[in-house]
């Protein structure tokens, strides 16, 4: 697999960008697996890689699969699949961006606000951040409560118009428009509303506490 990816990532170099987006076709139905990060330093265009930090993840169907909403609120909760699937849908297109630098160009995305979850929720008067849970059982990410509450921050339910798969961090995931795709946690299981804005898993090995593209 690695030497064919250099081998194509090869062909993209040499002929230039036409080939590279012929590449991007070829591979955008594919979800490369690579938790190392190792392909995006080839030149496959503009397709998805696959990242975990934890390996392999379990997957969670539609009874297996519950979202809770706690922390410093006053009405926490838990959602279980269909139960989002319920609730409001905003949908919208945008570009997917990886801080490594691939992206990923019009994306139609598909669930409900962050910030509907939250007014449900009733945050207190304390209340500052917000943590996203992974259920990888490693992995999660902080916003504030603003940032966190913007019309393009989404518990995404689908994306191209069908549900999240698994690869793509499902059947639950946030997706974050303005920011860097390592604040749009994959495998959601938890939001928790916190009274501080503490740095995440990749916030705590020197990304970005914001995460906003371009800064």
């Known amino acids: 697999m690695v030497l064919g990816l250099l081998g194509l990532g090869a062909v993209g170099v040499v002929t230039g960008s036409s080939v590279q987006g012929g ?5 955008a139905p594919v979800q490369l697996r690579d938790p190392t990060g190792f392909t995006s330093l080839v030149p496959l265009g503009n397709t998805w890689r696959y990242y975990s930090v934890t390996g ?4 969670r169907d539609a009874t297996s699969y519950r979202l809770k909403v706690s922390g410093l609120v006053d ?20 570009d997917f961006h990886c801080v490594t630098g691939w992206h990923v160009p019009d994306v139609p995305w598909s669930g409900v606000r ?27 990410v902080n916003m504030t409560l603003e940032q966190a509450r913007a019309d393009d921050v989404i518990v995404a339910l689908s994306m191209y118009g069908k549900p999240v798969t698994h690869d793509h961090g499902g059947p639950v995931r946030v997706y974050s428009g303005s920011m860097y795709g390592y604040k749009s946690t994959k495998w959601l299981s938890g939001i ?24």
């Open 23 to 27: 590449l991007s076709r070829l591979l």
């Open 75 to 94: 009405k926490p909760a838990t959602y279980r699949l269909p139960d989002l699937q319920a609730l409001h849908q905003t949908a919208f297109t945008d």
């Open 192 to 215: 928790e509303v916190v009274r501080h804005n503490d740095p995440g898993y990749w916030e705590d090995r020197g990304y970005p506490l914001d995460g906003f593209i371009g800064e």
């Open 114 to 140: 962050v910030a509907d979850l939250l007014d449900q929720a009733a945050p207190t008067a304390d209340a500052v951040g917000v943590r996203f849970h992974s259920f990888d059982g490693t992995y999660s």
């Open 56 to 59: 392999s993840v379990r997957p």
